[in-house]
């Protein structure tokens, strides 16, 4: 059993990876444990339990800024922005149904490592789009701060980008800084039903260059869409398009994509605010495919231009459940069971077909299938040797989530 | 301005460097004559010159790698450069570097609707992707004031904002891909047509990296559609902190205006003078509210703010009832910058960032320090995001006003980074910022910064002398050994 190591505060943190570097122990850096499925299983040393860092520092609701300490349960965040009618523009995907585990465990911190947007992506962008400021320790002991406290930040390297979605892998963040963004007060979505995957992604890539500023754009084939608790009892295929803001204006624009999109042969049903906040955040955490489950998840990140033909690939090799978010730019796939995931054929296909720049992401697999493939899209060439070379200038000792993300990074 | 002292090893071999350039980029894409080399002696920061060895105008990436693996091999140093247009002396020569304009790599590569993206190089200027996918009903965000002319790649290098970031983001929140060219010559691609990326977010740290990390060859831009309709409110205040007031309520009531822009009285003053704008004369501040969508969200938007307004003591209130009326109010602001170059032979631009309830206290002692220093000072300031453009004005032609405006400079933005705010919220740090780095970063901080710039460049061969105050020993600082927070390099130069 690796010790463990628990921190309270940013000084604490400092010691406890000053010890590390002293003994040359690599350590596993935890915080609910809510996201430890994701990646490559780890073997270290030692546990740094950065739970109890935990507590906002300071929100300033005018300002649109919000600090705290990253084991600050994400629960605890979104109760405090509702209050003031605010809330996390990026958010937060909680894989814990995906993953089999209970949901709404993880923190502020563990979001922001993992890195990954919600349905909002395209429009608010994902959490490097929001994380203004860090503070935290690195690999070489040393107590660091990156970025600020205020929105508009150009002065020096923007290290939060690259904290954000870096698995841990190079600083123990003590501190981190991110914007926040006033909550619509209406949201509502449009269904369009009975749409096969082409209509759907040109009617979805229709909808996205419309004025009428669509906040969400996914799409659940028949086999699907009946099994959400959003769209219960639908037995054709939806296609979902959010719309938020001012309730009158909402109305409006509700009104302009159904006549922009009405030649598409589909006249639509409307969900209310209660069922659209429920099905987009069935949407963000991927409950089409609540677990526990030994069917392997893909996450592929993709042109939307390609989605189609990527899945009717992967359908002549497989059997598969699919659904597109991003308006046909991200794919999720469940597949059969398999001892590496199917990762041949599923990253042959995405970069044959959905171009150089897709790329595809085993979210879902047990340990052993996550141990013998690589989770994230590896990297090759120069890319590899500049992402090692960035790891040495963080952590030259490798002491954080080593092999979290590749192998001995 | 102190800068790294020229190699004299480097500057006598110029000829041979521009004979092995020549044959690199052939034709007339070495210049080497001091006549032609003096149209890049400086940037936007006008106040700092120096001719550089040579400028090297490549026409397509594999010229830019192969100037690159020459310079590595050599130990050349390179200062790139996209239009020219940075405030903070990004582009700024070197005795012994050679400039690499970006210049010819000037064209739209393709439109990709389906997508919703543009794919340029980085001579495109901003305005020309806007114009490029017009057409078609879209536009690109960021709106820099200089977008006519300023290039995606220097965008891209500054992280360039805009009066309408606050909405929509900065050029960081807008890229959706590089190729770019590391300085030992490989070419990677960071990002592409899709939203994210393996990996770590190297997108993220080149993003507004000053040229310090490699020259960006291509760019890809996500495009958004055109909003249904934009409008404008006009509101004058009696007072700074009436005006701030306003603006925190109007955050604070959930809105976020597509901009929103504060003038104080001599900004006010000289805009009108320039462009009658129409502004009122009778008032202390100026706001410029805008919002784009739907007519029947900016309606309902527009009153919420005249209720605002109102209950936080306006004494002026237009709001434009023609796309010609909303062009009119912005008219003055976007022209704020020449208006008060006439009532002043030179003006120092600053751009600070701060927590925006700071910003009567912050006027408050921007006026003090104009009257102990004898300079006036114009504001004008991005309200939404709390980015203030004090404008200091000064005579050039006076022998120590240059040095007494830097100066007063410094001070407004030592002042921004006390009140919790930044150094520079979108000029970047350039040469100009680059000894206030230690106002804002103590020494850890900047030495991670320094790490991270080891990583790309070891020799420190990209535009040496920008944003850090020292220059960078990477084999000492990749040295492992807990210190307690003591300056490590107590002998590096500085400059």
């Known amino acids: 059993m690796p010790s463990t190591l628990r921190v309270t505060d940013a000084r604490e943190t400092q010691q406890a990876v000053a010890e590390l570097l002293d003994g040359g122990r690599t350590a596993e850096i935890v915080g609910r444990a809510s996201r430890r499925s994701y990646g490559r299983p780890l073997q270290t040393d030692a546990l740094l339990d950065v739970s109890a860092l935990d507590g906002i520092t300071v929100y300033e609701p005018a300002e649109l800024v919000l600090s705290a300490r990253p084991g600050s349960p994400l629960s605890l965040i979104r109760t405090t922005l509702a209050e003031q009618r605010q809330h996390l523009a990026f958010e937060p995907p909680d894989f814990g149904r995906l993953w089999g585990q209970a949901p709404g465990c993880g923190t502020l911190g563990g979001c922001l490592s993992l890195g990954a947007g919600g349905p909002r992506r395209p429009s608010a962008g994902a959490p490097r789009d929001h994380f203004l400021g860090v503070k935290g320790v690195n690999g070489f002991a040393q107590a660091f701060a990156a970025g600020g406290r205020v929105v508009k930040n150009v002065t020096g390297f923007d290290l939060p980008k690259l904290l954000a979605g870096s698995l841990g892998t190079l600083a123990v963040m003590t501190e981190v800084t991110v914007k926040v963004m006033p909550a619509p007060p209406c949201t509502k979505t449009l269904l369009l039903h009975g749409l096969d995957d082409a209509q759907a992604v040109a009617l979805m890539s229709d909808a996205l260059s419309s004025p009428a500023a669509v906040s969400g754009a996914a799409h659940f084939p028949a086999a699907l869409a009946g099994g959400l608790p959003g769209l219960q009892g639908a037995s054709a295929a939806v296609t979902a398009l959010r719309l938020e803001g001012l309730e009158r204006s909402v109305n409006a624009r509700l009104e302009h994509l159904r006549q922009r999109l009405a030649p598409a042969g589909s006249d639509g049903t409307a969900l209310g605010d209660d069922a659209s906040r429920q099905l987009w955040t069935d949407v963000a955490d991927v409950a089409a495919f609540a677990g526990p489950s030994e069917r392997p998840v893909w996450r592929l990140s993709i042109r939307a231009s390609a989605a189609v033909e990527l899945i009717r690939t992967v359908q002549e090799s497989l059997e598969c459940r699919y659904f597109f978010d991003w308006g046909g730019a991200l794919l999720w796939m469940e597949l059969p069971p398999e001892a590496l995931a199917h990762q041949g054929l599923v990253r042959e296909v995405c970069m044959r077909v959905g171009g150089t720049d897709a790329h595809a992401t085993l979210v879902r697999a047990n340990e052993s299938v996550r141990a013998n493939t690589s989770p994230l899209p590896p990297l090759v060439g120069p890319l590899a040797a500049l992402t090692e070379r960035i790891k040495a200038q963080f952590d030259p000792q490798r002491l954080f989530n080593r092999g979290r993300m590749y192998p001995g990074l | ?495």
Request: glycine share 10%; aromatic share 6%.
């Open chain 2, 1 to 495: 301005m102190r800068m790294p002292v020229a190699d004299p090893g480097l500057v006598s071999r110029r000829a041979e460097f521009l004979g092995a350039l020549r044959k690199l980029v052939p034709g007339e894409g070495v210049i080497g004559t001091p006549e032609e080399l003096a149209a890049y002696e400086c940037d936007g920061l006008t106040a700092y010159r120096q001719p550089p060895l040579a400028v090297v105008l490549p026409a397509d990436t594999a010229q830019v790698a192969a100037v690159l693996v020459y310079c590595h091999s050599q130990g050349l140093k390179v200062v790139p450069r996209g239009s020219g247009t940075s405030l903070s002396g990004g582009a700024l020569p070197l005795a012994d570097a050679i400039v690499l304009g970006l210049g010819k790599l000037n064209r739209v590569l393709e439109i990709d609707y389906a997508n919703r993206c543009v794919i340029a190089q980085p001579g495109v200027t901003n305005l020309a992707i806007t114009q490029a996918v017009a057409e078609r009903g879209f536009y690109y965000a960021p709106d820099p004031s200089s977008q006519v002319a300023c290039s995606i790649g220097g965008n891209v290098a500054e992280n360039s904002g805009g009066v309408h970031c606050l909405k929509y983001g900065m050029t960081t929140n807008n890229v959706l891909g590089v190729e770019m060219v590391l300085i030992d010559g490989s070419i990677v691609r960071l990002g592409g047509r899709v939203y994210d990326a393996p990996g770590y977010d190297l997108l993220g740290i080149v993003t507004g990296s000053e040229g310090l990390l490699g020259v960006v060859t291509e760019v890809t831009v996500r495009i958004l559609p055109r909003p249904e309709h934009q409008q404008a409110l006009l509101i004058g205040f009696p007072s700074i902190e009436a005006a701030g007031s306003c603006v925190a309520q109007i955050i604070g009531n959930g809105l976020i205006p597509a901009g929103v822009e504060m003038m104080d009285r001599l900004a006010i003053q000289a805009a009108e003078a320039f462009v009658h704008a129409g502004y009122p004369l009778d008032v202390e501040a100026l706001l410029i509210v805008e919002f784009d969508g739907p007519r029947a969200e900016i309606e309902e938007h527009v009153r919420i703010v005249e209720s605002l307004a109102a209950h936080c003591g306006a004494d002026h209130l237009r709001v434009s009832a023609s796309e010609r009326e909303r062009l009119q109010f912005w008219a003055g602001r976007k022209a704020a910058f020449p208006a008060v170059g006439r009532i002043s032979p030179d003006y120092y631009c600053m751009d600070g960032t701060i927590p925006r309830h700071c910003l009567p206290q912050v006027l408050r002692r921007i006026n003090q320090m104009s009257q102990a220093y004898g300079l006036a000072v114009a504001n004008v300031f991005h309200a939404g995001d709390g980015n203030l453009h004090p404008l200091i004005l000064y005579d050039a032609s006076h022998a120590d006003e240059l040095e007494k405006a830097e100066r007063f400079g410094a001070e407004i933005l030592t002042l921004c980074v006390e009140v919790g705010g930044v150094l520079t919220g979108e000029h970047g740090v350039g040469v100009e910022k680059r000894d206030l780095m230690e106002v804002q970063f103590q020494p850890p901080d900047l030495e991670q910064q320094q790490r991270l710039k080891c990583a790309f460049d070891a020799d420190g061969l990209l535009n040496p002398g920008k944003v850090f105050p020292h220059l960078c020993r990477c084999a000492e600082l990749g040295r492992v050994h807990v210190h307690a927070g003591a300056l490590r390099f107590p002998d590096l130069p500085r400059f």
